[in-house]
């Protein structure tokens, strides 16, 4: 009896041995280099252990296959595959796009259980991403955004205020966790943009809309995203709007336009809003909190960035134009640098849709077998002496004009902040317009410098998806008179 109970334990083991195991010879069985895996943890041990940020286990694996296009590793027992070579990283992204036209996770969300968020375009592939997409980039057009600005402008005038009252309470300098100011923002702009509401985050001590956002962060969507539309359906809104023969050129403006000509419903009007929400508040603050820590960080270029606003708005006549604002130069340099040395994700990951080949150089042949995950290593890229010189200074000027802005950098597929291809990021041109325009309003109102509270050098927090340095950051904000 003790020898079967042994046996079955024995072979018990033995199958999650090989369970576990059994993958991993893959990548040699392709002629694709890459670390020995671990059993149970694979490559990426961070994944399971959280001792880390996952960012330092991909950044390992780049640096230590420096002469590999691509590189096989193993997620716990999963074969992925490190795409390295910039130009295989344009195959990826642009030119090979049909075979690699799928988000890792994409169709990994059910519709039924979780109707709004299935209807995001960043987890939809095929047909169904593609009709989802076509229906909301008309509404990211210049004219649309520039019509959006003067919501911008509003939120402005209270975080300004905000700030001023927090520093008149605290003897004329206030240290504040510059990421949760920087939320407040882009939660008021995009709660503004899409539900026409005031969300007042600047105003109330705990605002819901800024819970909800939190929350959402924490990757809980389903009863989350459920409660942010219970709450902050438009329904209402539209419903107003179309009682009231209400026009304006937002967001919600649009989704109705495009209700009336394709007759989509009322739940895709919402899925449409929470995913503008869920993509545009995050990213832009953490972008945000990254700049003004930068500019906090060097304070000869934060004051040639004053110099220039105020030179812009003398030229404006006291105000700056939409036009003036994002055809700024140095502001535009800046933001580049920042997105550069401060990248909000460790990898963009795609999924291969059809069995394909990539060619690297010297003619080396990558199989690549549908339904592999292929990372492409955003972090390490852009940290590459190779491809920018002394990676970690910072130094907007790499991007200016004369040196042929980020464009020189996007051509060689060494710096793609936004994705690049037909994935694109459909809110780039609303996020930069939503990050720039409280940059200036930082910078003309207030002095910015680094507090002391935050940790140096960073120290990436494992508990967030996004990247972001443990403790958060927090500068002082001393107003200008
Ligand atoms: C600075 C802020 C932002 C950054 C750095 C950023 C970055 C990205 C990246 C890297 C992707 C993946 C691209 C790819 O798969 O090739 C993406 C996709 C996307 N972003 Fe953004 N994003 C930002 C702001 C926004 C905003 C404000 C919105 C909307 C209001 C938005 C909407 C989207 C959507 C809908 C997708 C999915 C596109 C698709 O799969 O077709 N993003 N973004």
């Given at each position: ?5 042994f ?18 010879g ?21 994944l399971?252990?959280k ?29 992925q ?7 295989l990283?344009?195959?990826?992204l ?18 039924k259980?979780d ?7 960043f ?26 600005a003067?919501?911008?402008?509003e ?33 008021d ?26 929350r ?5 969507f389903v ?26 050129t ?5 989704l109705?336009?495009l ?7 009322d ?22 909190t ?35 604002l ?8 800046i ?12 990898v ?13 150089p ?27 010189s ?11 004009a ?11 597929g ?67 008179a």
């Amino acid at each position: 009896m003790l020898l079967l109970l042994f046996g079955i334990v024995v072979g018990f083991v033995a199958l999650v041995y090989l369970f576990l195991s059994w993958e991993f010879g893959f990548w040699e069985k392709y002629g694709v280099k890459g670390p020995k895996p671990k059993l149970l943890l694979g490559n990426i041990p961070y994944l399971l252990t959280k001792k880390r940020h996952i960012v330092y286990n991909y950044d390992q694996i780049y640096n230590d296959y420096k002469n590999e296009p691509a590189i096989g590793y193993y997620s716990i027992r999963t074969p992925q595959l490190m795409v390295r070579d910039p130009e295989l990283i344009k195959e990826v992204l642009s030119k090979s796009f049909h075979n690699f036209s799928a988000n890792d996770f994409s169709d990994t969300v059910d519709e039924k259980s979780d109707p709004l968020l299935a209807r995001n375009p960043f987890s939809l592939s095929g047909e169904k991403w593609k009709t989802r997409r076509a229906e909301i980039t008309p509404a990211f057009t210049n004219n649309r955004i520039k019509a959006m600005a003067h919501l911008m402008d509003e939120v402005c005038v209270h975080m300004t205020g905000y700030l001023r009252e927090q520093a008149k309470s605290s003897n004329g300098v206030t240290t504040l966790d510059a990421k949760e100011v920087m939320a407040k923002y882009t939660t008021d702009v995009v709660a503004s943009c899409i539900f026409a509401i005031d969300a007042q985050s600047f105003v109330k001590e705990n605002p819901e809309i800024r819970q909800m956002g939190k929350r959402i962060m924490n990757f809980n969507f389903v009863v989350q995203l459920a409660l942010l539309v219970t709450t902050f359906c438009p329904s209402d809104a539209i419903r107003y709007r179309k009682d009231n023969n209400i026009n304006r050129t937002d967001y919600l403006d649009h989704l109705l336009q495009l209700q009336d000509r394709k007759q989509i419903t009322d739940v895709d009007i919402a899925g449409h809003g929470v995913s503008f929400f869920a993509d545009g508040f995050e990213t832009s603050s953490i972008v945000l909190t990254y700049c003004l820590y930068d500019l906090a960080k060097h304070s000869s270029i934060q004051q040639q960035l004053r110099e220039t606003i105020l030179k812009a708005k003398e030229v404006g006549g006291g105000t700056m134009s939409y036009e003036q604002l994002v055809e700024m130069g140095l502001l535009e340099q800046i933001l580049c640098e920042t997105m550069r040395i401060h990248p909000l994700i460790a990898v963009m990951a795609k999924r291969c849709t059809a069995d394909t080949t990539l060619v690297g150089p010297k003619d080396r042949k990558i199989f690549v077998k549908k339904g592999t995950t292929v990372v492409l290593p955003y972090y390490s890229v852009s940290f590459d002496p190779e491809h920018f010189s002394d990676p970690h200074k910072y130094d907007p000027s790499r991007f200016s004009a004369e040196n042929g802005g980020s464009k020189v950098y996007r051509e060689r597929g060494v710096y793609f902040p936004f994705g690049d291809g037909p994935r694109m990021c459909l809110g780039m041109r609303f996020a930069m317009t939503q990050v720039k325009r409280a940059i200036v309003e930082i910078v003309e109102h207030f002095s910015i410098s680094v507090n002391g509270k935050t940790i140096e050098p960073f120290e990436m927090d494992p508990d967030q998806f996004m990247l972001m340095p443990k403790g958060s950051i927090w500068l002082d904000f001393k107003p200008i008179a």
